[in-house]
């Protein structure tokens, strides 16, 4: 609750005026039974048409002045819950942003977009209805109380003893209800997250055919969404009917002892017309507090599972070092020195690996899937940070480095092309804004991706659905390399991303980067033998160890690892 009045705090004028304006309605409209009770036991008990009229006006005068009041809390209570709503969003995004991959992992994309949308969402409507009936439900509901303690009180006595029983009843119905509430937003999590992997995978779900199984398993899920609601409405839906049962129960006892008290001359006919309304206005009151007694049940679990968030601590992977650019003097560019890895802090996926890369040079990694090629690379822009040993750029440790330094000494390609929405322009300049357009040119013809960009209609300003949806998978492969060209970074990883190309788009690829890019320290990761032979290094990686290291000659002669790759490739027809 402290981190959420302090997001609170900019917008302290509006969480004070809109609740002062709703106390003022609220006081108005105490007084209306007390000139209801007038009208009727002096102005129509006495046949007094000018005293019926004024009071009439003092009325309407009340009435007109309470809705002004209302529109004012209105208008606060909507500014300030969708600013909140809107800051918070910011920073729960900026949050996120700073979440290191294995910490991203672990929460899963869908709920963390859940908790972004929905979750806020509910805080936000918690804090408009803060500011709209937290002050006036209470006050309304003790003001009546009051008032008809003044009026008559025996029958104040029997408001007031009702109102222990209904707050009794809202107690246990929250206390059942608060954790249901919770699994709701557990099951829509699982629906968003059902719907996200059905949409992101629906030209491999139509390919295999099993849109059957798809729909059964967001069935599934959404039967699990309606169950877990359904149980929490059944227990929710009983506020307004105990509300009603209760409420009514009193106004019974008040009409029979305020029958009694009318013939024995203790109590005018507009007095218990007066003692009604005010029962009236706590009926409404309690519904009003049963809605918010739900609502903020629901919002009560969605910021447990906001803080979840800002509660994550930082991962050392993310924490910033120092700006540095590496050290001039250092012979090599990028060095493993002895390093272990593991997802999980147990089984290691990389152990003891070590080598050294010279600036300029090429490195290829190869090895059988799960390998562990692709981790090793991660490692390199500390996308995760080593169990043991220790990583080093232009001889510097990538702990010590500034994060923004570090990635952007590193331009990499994964394994999955993936583009921003926007133009082709928009994706080239993602690493480095200020490129020119002859620069963008340059970077895309030497991913062979010069030729069908600018074959479109509006070339390089042609836009890019969501995911590159409207581009093929070697189309999309080859704007991603110029995207890492067009960075001009000192180390270029490209990690199996030419996988969509075919064999001479790939030969010419391979050609125009070590004719481009000379000076730059290249890591091409492939299962392709003859993608990685000409390079000045070739790591050998065996279920996550070093099994060799060296040119291709040298491999071909004394790692078998290697050579049996290299045979199996060339018994399967591909030229080594």
């Not at 730059?520 to 065996?542: F, G, N, P, Y």
Request: hydrophobic residues 45%.
């Amino acid at each position: 609750m402290k981190r959420m009045a302090a997001y609170l705090k900019p917008y302290l004028k509006q969480l004070i005026i809109g609740p002062l304006f709703k106390l003022i309605e609220a006081v108005l409209e105490l007084f209306m039974p007390i000139y209801m009770a007038k009208i009727i036991d002096i102005g129509i008990a006495n046949g007094d048409t000018d005293y019926i009229i004024k009071n009439g006006f003092i009325m309407l005068g009340i009435a007109a002045t309470g809705l002004v009041s209302a529109i004012i809390c209105q208008y606060s209570a909507a500014v300030a819950a969708q600013n909140f709503g809107t800051s918070l969003r910011n920073l729960m995004f900026k949050k996120i942003m700073s979440l290191s991959f294995k910490q991203i992992n672990i929460f899963g994309a869908q709920t963390l977009f859940g908790r972004v949308t929905n979750d806020v969402s509910q805080l936000q409507n918690a804090v408009n209805m803060t500011i709209r009936l937290v002050v006036r439900a209470p006050f309304i509901c003790i003001g009546s109380v009051i008032a008809t303690l003044i009026i008559d009180w025996k029958l104040g006595l029997i408001v007031l003893g009702v109102l222990p029983v209904y707050v009794f009843c809202l107690y246990l119905i929250m206390k059942k209800t608060s954790p249901l509430y919770t699994q709701v937003q557990r099951n829509l999590d699982d629906v968003s997250g059902e719907v996200m992997q059905t949409l992101s995978g629906v030209r491999v779900i139509r390919a295999f055919a099993t849109e059957d199984r798809e729909k059964a398993d967001f069935t599934e899920r959404n039967n699990e969404l309606v169950d877990s609601t359904i149980k929490v409405g059944r227990i929710s839906s009983l506020v307004s009917p105990v509300t009603m049962l209760i409420t009514n129960i009193s106004i019974i006892g008040i009409i029979w002892v305020g029958g009694i008290r009318i013939n024995v001359g203790g109590l005018s006919q507009g007095e218990l017309l007066a003692v009604i309304s005010y029962i009236t206005q706590i009926l409404h009151t309690l519904i009003v507090g049963a809605n918010l007694v739900i609502l903020f049940t629901r919002a009560g679990a969605s910021l447990k599972r906001v803080n979840e968030i800002f509660d994550i601590p930082v991962d050392e992977t993310e924490i910033n070092g120092e700006e540095l650019l590496g050290n001039p003097t250092s012979e090599y560019a990028v060095e493993f020195e002895n390093v272990t890895f593991s997802y999980n802090g147990t089984e290691p996926e990389l152990e003891n690996i070590s080598f050294s890369l010279k600036h300029g040079k090429t490195m290829g990694i190869i090895g059988a899937t799960g390998s562990g090629k692709s981790t090793l690379i991660n490692l390199i822009p500390r996308f995760y940070l080593p169990m043991m040993g220790k990583m080093k750029i232009n001889g510097i440790s990538t702990a010590d480095y500034n994060l923004k330094s570090l990635r952007n000494l590193v331009g990499i390609v994964p394994q999955k092309s993936e583009l921003i929405t926007g133009t082709i322009a928009d994706n080239l300049r993602l690493g480095n804004q200020t490129a020119t357009i002859e620069q963008l040119r340059a970077a895309a013809k030497t991913a062979q991706a010069a030729e069908f960009i600018e074959g479109t209609a509006k070339g390089y300003e042609s836009f890019v659905n969501k995911n590159g949806s409207n581009f093929s998978g070697g189309q999309k492969q080859r704007i991603a390399i110029a995207r890492a060209i067009a960075k001009n970074p000192e180390i270029l990883i490209l990690d199996d991303s030419s996988s969509a190309l075919d064999f001479a788009t790939d030969s010419a690829l391979r050609k125009a980067i070590r004719k481009d890019c000379k000076g730059t320290t290249t890591i091409i990761v492939s299962q392709r033998i003859w993608a990685v032979k000409e390079c000045d290094m070739i790591l050998v990686l065996d279920d996550g160890k070093v099994a060799g290291i060296g040119t291709h000659d040298y491999l071909m002669g004394n790692c078998s690892e290697y050579r049996d790759i290299a045979q199996s490739q060339q018994n399967g027809g591909e030229a080594i």
